[in-house]
């Protein structure tokens, strides 16, 4: 009986042993990374003030950026800023060269598809700009004209199906578009309202003006799609933070506006 008794056991044993070791090892997550290295990395634009800019130290800065100092300040870990594009903001996500990216990234089902988005932190319209001679005021009036857009980003996409006829030309980043319409090369281009208004006070000689609104969009914090804890961690910060206040007084303080409804 002692015997059989033993056998059992070692059958079981055995058997453990190679269910165990079939499954694999459970593979850290992202926020557990995140904490036990002691960093995070975002990625993070520097050409679309007020969100994200040059100062004059020369330093990037924006609400942007004072956004991902905040989130690493309540992580508690060091922050390493990784400049990036409009165009490389979700490359940059999948091919692991940050942690998060916050650069204005507009709520699509295209990007939800790629990466993981977050609950909105802002909001705003997009809006075409261009030289007060420049006679535009509805996507009707955009045939034949040339608007330049930042390859990949949401404008791209949507003012490019939304204007069939107009001289679409595509330029790697914003700070490349925003040189094409200070030297005439462009008739137009679309920023958001607050990024349009610090335009319009860099380049009075061009007599900037706002043709026509193209869209509202909500912007999101995206991550990894297989980084869901990280993800819960960055909407909890968010609602935290839209709640207390913080949120809405990077608004007045970057963008000079109430935090608009994000609901």
């Not at 969100?51 to 942007?64: F, L, P, R």
């Not at 870990?77 to 990234?105: K, W, Y």
Request: proline share 4%.
């Amino acid at each position: 009986m002692n015997y059989l008794k033993n056998l059992g056991c070692a059958l079981a044993v055995a058997v453990v042993s190679v269910v165990t070791g079939a499954l694999p090892a459970s593979a850290q997550s992202a926020l557990d990374r995140i904490l036990s290295a002691g960093k995070i990395v975002i990625g993070v634009q520097n050409d679309v003030p007020p969100y994200s800019q040059i100062g004059a130290d020369n330093e990037v800065e924006g609400m942007d950026i004072e956004i991902a100092r905040a989130i690493a300040r309540d992580l508690e870990v060091d922050l390493e800023l990784v400049i990036i594009t409009g165009a490389n903001r979700i490359p940059t996500l999948v091919s692991n060269m940050a942690d998060m990216v916050i650069a204005t990234v507009g709520i699509t089902p295209q990007r939800a598809s790629a990466v993981a988005l977050s609950d909105p932190y802002t909001a705003f319209s997009m809006v075409l700009v261009g030289p007060s001679d420049v006679e535009m005021s509805s996507y009707d009036d955009t045939a034949g004209k040339v608007i330049g857009l930042t390859r990949g980003t949401m404008q791209d996409d949507i003012v490019s199906r939304n204007a069939p006829d107009a001289d679409i030309r595509r330029y790697d980043d914003d700070a490349t578009v925003v040189q094409a319409l200070a030297t005439r090369q462009i008739d137009a281009t679309a920023f958001g309202n607050t990024v349009v208004a610090s335009l319009m006070q860099k380049f009075p000689n061009l007599e900037l003006e706002r043709k026509f609104d193209a869209y509202s969009t909500f912007a999101a914090i995206a991550v990894r799609q297989s980084d869901a804890d990280l993800l819960q961690w960055v909407n909890t910060w968010i609602f935290f933070n839209r709640h207390n206040g913080y949120l809405a007084s990077l608004h007045k303080k970057w963008l000079g506006i109430d935090l608009p409804p994000l609901d």
